[in-house]
């Protein structure tokens, strides 16, 4: 038998020869690398291999490599038992230490903001909503906007009255498909751990632009992105939260391929309700967990706040940050699939607009771009909008008069009115403007 290997890499390659950057660091329970290199090192000696009747001793070199290429080993259930531990809460019912989880929504839905004040929260070891946290430093993979990132962590540091916490804002987008990129992303985040300490939480924000040299709908690209994923989990020893977003056709699962889903530990679905800020409420579903009994539901409302600075008209400089309430939406949990995208639509264009009335020719071809229908046909999707459309006004979500389309709300002006003025006419070009 060959002498005992000193070097963690070279030992890790003979127990799976070839060059594999994205090789697990192998931990069983809180087994350390070290016992668990004692253990196989004992059980190769010890015990006949499988299939062989003989020991290792015993064996020739390419038949004993060939036994030890797998790279794993079986562990009694009973040491397994003995050594384990009670869960660790990074955030209490919400995010266990060194969990992977998720936050999806679509676009403008304030995903980031939840993100961020759960990451906040940890970085300030302050609790989170009334929900205890252990916390540590944070690292966020920022994938774009980091102007926009720098005025809500200054605006949520100002409204919380602290100083901003070890919270690591990554200098540029990572690509955790590509080697180099993921070994530069990890080297960075060892550089904060030796200063601040181990991290508690690393956010990748968003999936896609984290993605690195693939497509995120191929089920082995993104079974690689997940690989790479827990390799650095493991690095690091910290949870991992990837920011994702929902699908065109389906707003209740986060786009690409489903093996996503199944690799998380939690998966949290968020959605907003409202088209005026004063309106809006967001809401914050467990849509998956495992191990543990899903949290509570979650609703929150934005407010603005004034940060301390001006621009260069004197104007204060301000930035949402998110206040739990206990009001949460009602009618919405009855709309899905194509009522859902056909409210979304004509709640984006009032916001991007400034109107409140929507043609019904704008609101149609905003629906049409969101995926109202599952087919590009145009009969398929003509229908669909038409069925969206009696829905939402048999059931007051909306209202309509002269062409006009507009949001029903509960609350009326003076005049007992819903808000609907002729006059004021959408004359939006239909994109995207949804907000933030």
């Known amino acids: 038998m060959s002498a005992p290997i000193d070097d963690d890499q070279a030992y890790l390659d003979s127990l799976a020869p070839g060059p594999n950057p994205l090789i697990p660091r192998p931990v069983v329970g809180k087994m350390s690398l070290s016992e668990l290199k004692q253990r196989i090192d004992q059980a190769r000696v010890s015990r006949p291999v499988l299939g062989t009747g003989r020991k290792p001793d015993d064996l020739p070199a390419s038949d004993f490599s060939s036994v030890c290429a797998r790279g794993f080993s079986f562990v009694r259930a009973h040491d397994l038992v003995a050594s384990a ?44 909503h009334g929900n205890r946290v252990s916390g540590g430093p944070v690292l966020y993979l920022c994938g774009e ?28 987008a ?73 699908g065109l056709g389906d707003m209740t699962r986060g786009r690409g391929s489903s093996a996503l889903r199944g690799a998380v530990d939690f998966e949290y679905l968020i959605e907003k309700t409202g088209a005026t800020l004063e309106e809006q409420i967001v809401t914050m579903t467990c849509s998956k967990v495992k191990d543990h009994e899903p949290p509570p539901k979650m609703a929150f409302r934005p407010v603005l706040v004034d940060f301390g600075y001006c621009d260069e008209d004197g104007a204060p400089i301000m930035s949402v940050v998110l206040e739990q309430t206990e ?5 919405e949990k009855r709309l899905s699939g194509g009522r859902k995208i056909a409210l979304a639509a004509l ?65 009326r002006d003076g005049t007992g009115q819903t808000g609907f003025c002729p006059g004021r006419a959408s004359l939006g070009d239909g994109t995207d403007g949804t907000h933030p």
């Open 174 to 246: 990572g690509q955790f498909l590509d080697d180099r990129s993921l070994q530069a992303i990890e080297e960075a985040a060892q550089e904060v751990a030796v200063e601040h300490g181990p991290p508690a939480l690393l956010i990748i924000d968003t999936l896609n632009r984290n993605f690195g040299p693939g497509d995120e709908n191929n089920t082995s690209d993104m079974t690689a992105f997940i690989q790479a994923v827990d390799w650095l989990r493991g690095k690091l020893d910290c949870a991992v939260m990837i920011v994702h977003h929902t």
């Open 145 to 172: 906007g980091k102007n926009g990132i720098l005025k809500r962590v200054q605006a949520w540091a100002a409204d919380k009255q602290v100083p901003i916490p070890p919270f690591f804002i990554s200098t540029m």
């Open 327 to 331: 009001q949460t939406p009602t009618r």
């Open 347 to 411: 709640e984006s264009l009032v916001t991007q607009t400034g109107e409140k009335n929507i043609s019904e020719s704008l609101w149609r071809s905003e629906a049409y771009s969101r995926g109202i229908a599952d087919s590009d046909d145009q009969d398929a999707k003509k229908k669909a909008f038409q069925r969206a459309r009696a829905f939402l006004l048999e059931n007051e979500f909306i209202g309509t008069r002269d062409g006009l389309f507009w949001l029903h709300r509960d609350r």
């Open 85 to 128: 531990t009670t869960p660790q809460w990074g955030i209490k019912y919400f995010l266990e230490e060194g969990s992977f989880l998720s936050m999806v929504g679509p676009s403008g839905h304030y995903k980031t903001f939840v993100a961020l004040d759960m990451g906040l929260s940890l970085a300030a070891r302050m609790a989170w």
